[in-house]
Every structure is written in structure tokens, then in C-alpha cells.
């Protein structure tokens, strides 16, 4: 089992959303990096471990606990030139963009990164390191036990 960090705009899918979508299950669209998509595509299995991260806010930070929920498959919105994620080069032949589908096990309290970057414990957190700005990135096994104790 592998462990994940994943990043999501509370305007676009919030961790309430999450959990009023049946079964708490959403799709993880709009992925427009190729490493973050190598992750998905590449590395994730279904039933991997997921950190479900607010960004673009006010109080950015770990919400939720949950798992993925489904193997890659290709993100419909590269394909829909009204969707914001549209990709003109992106054809359903050959598709650029992958997606996961996730699903929320438990919200959590929050988990700030102002807590977390001063946490000695998570120094080596892919997520903290200077310049990091993937969506989705890996979480060791240590610190992914580090982050259940700091969520209670």
C-alpha cells in the first residue's frame, strides 16, 4: 500500500462535497502535470492511502482521510472545450490526462501547513519542500502514521 497527498481547491471539491457525493466518492479531475498524472496512472492503486489537502484558501491544510478509489482512467474533461481543464491536443485516441477517483473514509480537524512545516517530525514531507507545488504527491509510510497521531 502506498500513501498520497492530494490537493484540492475547496471551490472546486471540498471535503464536504466529497462526503455528500454517493458513497463519498469523487472524480479527481483537472490534473494538468505530467508527474502528478505519472502518479495516478503509474503508481496508485486502489485502496492507497490519501490525505485530502485544501489549497487556494484561507487556511490551507489537511481535511480528510481517504482512499483511492478506482485505477487511472482518462479525465472526460480534456475533452470538453466548455471545461476550464480542456486540452486541444488531448483526443479519446489518444488521451493526454488521467484521473483516479477518490473516496473520503473521514473528515478530519484541520491539519494546517503552518503546523505542519514546523512539525520536526515531517521535515522530508515531499509536499514541504521548497518549491514543491504538485498536486498529488507521495507520503511515506512514517509519516503518514506521524499525520493519523497529529489528526487524533
Partial sequence: MRYWL???EPNEVSIDDAL????GVVPWTGVRNYQARNFMRDAMKVGDGVLFYHS???????VGIAEVASSAYPDPTQFDPASHYYDPKATPQEPRWQMVDVRVLRKTR???LAEMRVDPALAELMMLRRGSRLSITPVTSSDWRHILTLLG
Avoid: E
Avoid at 455528500?20 to 458513497?23: E, H, I, K, N, R
Fill in 20 to 23: 455528500a457525493a454517493p458513497g
Fill in 110 to 112: 484541520l491539519l494546517t
Fill in 6 to 8: 492530494m490537493k484540492s
Fill in 56 to 62: 487556494g484558501c484561507a487556511q490551507p491544510g489537511i
